[in-house]
């Protein structure tokens, strides 16, 4: 008997069976999709964390080596500086700040950031010698090159360096060393090739004859602290790391601020290591060195010490500091569980936006140590 050939194609179980697989593989093909997708994605805002927290890290130290480059430290205790009336001028200030810069400040407990303020030279970084000073006016040589071929700059660059708002340091040496620290009311440029006058709101006391041979240099604040986000959204939650100019009086230079770094949830300053061998009032030297290291600002504090805008900061015994810097991911992720920080202190490893919502912002910290050179060399 000659067996009967099948009809081609498929039968409905062969049929059946082939979806089944072909919906199998398709399954598998979109899972290993879903979680590559969320892979590259949570792995694109932890690398975009990570390098705006390296990027706050560098610039933060950059300006705390300058802190006290070319200008007083502790305008009380270096008794040859002669500020401005009222003021005494400090190399680093170190405390909490009022404004409270935290998000959702009910859900992320136990962040409290930090605000640092700077004295130093961050324009030019260059000591200049008067050609003339007279009453209210100092006139120093000006060489109109380019920068880039050893001159000091166009008329642009000397009204950036020697903006208003900031101070101008006049040292002369007579009988003894003598620094006057006097803000800029204005700058007079006189042409390339001449003398150019800088103009001060007080008179200059501090140099004989007509001042010829005085090193100068211009100084100024500079402040680093967490800023609320409201350029697109007046309710944003989102927080930057920001550095802006201040005058002489504390206060903030309009235009000044530069966001440094995006979406930080906290800025604090510990292991500060002071030298607390008091200084000898007419060298400075601080003989032995004695370096003794507090581990928190409240530490520092309990010691009978402070970093606050007082005549009793201790900027000039400061020798090295860390500041803590933390940024978070743009985004919460669900899988990432939500805790409160235990303590101020303590790790911070997650960060609330909405609490309606499971889940929180992935957060990573850094610790920048910087030694403080430029204030260790002040000396008589």
């Known amino acids: 008997m000659t067996p009967r ?32 997708a969320k892979g590259y994605r949570i792995q694109n805002q932890t690398l975009d964390a990570l390098g705006e927290l390296r990027t706050a890290a560098r610039q933060v130290r950059a300006d705390l080596r300058s802190a006290g480059y070319n200008a007083p430290v502790q305008s ?16 680093v200030v170190v405390e909490a700040d009022p404004d ?8 992320n407990e136990n962040i409290a950031p930090q605000r640092i303020r700077l004295l130093g030279d961050f324009w030019s970084q260059q000591v200049y010698t008067a050609q003339r000073v007279a009453g209210t006016e100092v006139q120093i040589e000006w060489n109109p090159a380019a920068r880039s071929a050893g001159g000091d700059g166009d008329e642009d660059d000397f009204r950036r ?6 101070m101008l340091r006049i040292e002369g040496y007579g009988v003894a060393r003598r620094e006057q620290i006097i803000p800029i009311s204005s700058v007079t440029w006189n ?24 090193e100068i240099s211009v100084i100024g604040y500079r402040r680093y602290r967490l800023a609320n986000d409201v350029r697109r959204d007046t309710d944003s939650l989102k927080y930057d790391l920001i550095r802006e100019d201040l005058d002489p009086t504390g206060a ?20 500060l290591c002071l030298n607390v061998t008091a200084p000898d009032p007419a060298t400075m030297q601080q003989v032995p060195v004695q370096i003794q ?48 920080r235990p303590s101020v202190d303590e790790p911070l490893r997650a960060f609330e936006l ?21 204030i260790q060399a002040r000396r008589q």
């Open 5 to 36: 050939r099948r009809a081609g194609g498929f039968t409905l179980i062969e049929l059946m069976v082939a979806v089944l697989v072909g919906t199998i593989v398709a399954a598998g093909i979109y899972l290993m999709y879903a979680q590559s």
């Open 161 to 166: 360096i020697f903006a208003t708002d900031r």
């Open 100 to 107: 409270i810069p935290v998000a959702v400040p009910t859900a």
């Open 252 to 271: 903030p230079i309009d235009g000044s601020a530069l966001i440094v770094a995006e979406n930080m949830v906290d800025l604090q300053v510990y292991d």
């Open 191 to 214: 042409g390339p090739g001449e003398l150019q006058t800088i103009n001060l709101t007080d008179t200059v006391t501090a140099v004989g004859g007509f001042g010829s041979g005085s």
């Open 76 to 91: 009380v205790v270096e008794t040859w500086v002669i500020p401005p009336t009222g003021v005494t001028l400090t190399a």
């Open 293 to 340: 290291c507090f581990p928190t600002l409240a530490d520092l504090e309990a010691s009978g010490r402070t970093l606050d805008t007082t005549p009793a900061n201790a900027s000039h015994l400061l020798r090295s500091m860390t500041v803590k810097l933390a940024a978070r991911t743009p985004y919460e992720d669900e899988t990432v569980p939500f805790a409160p």
């Open 354 to 374: 909405d609490p309606a919502v499971i889940g929180a912002a992935r957060v990573f910290e850094m610790g920048v140590m910087t030694a403080l050179t430029s």
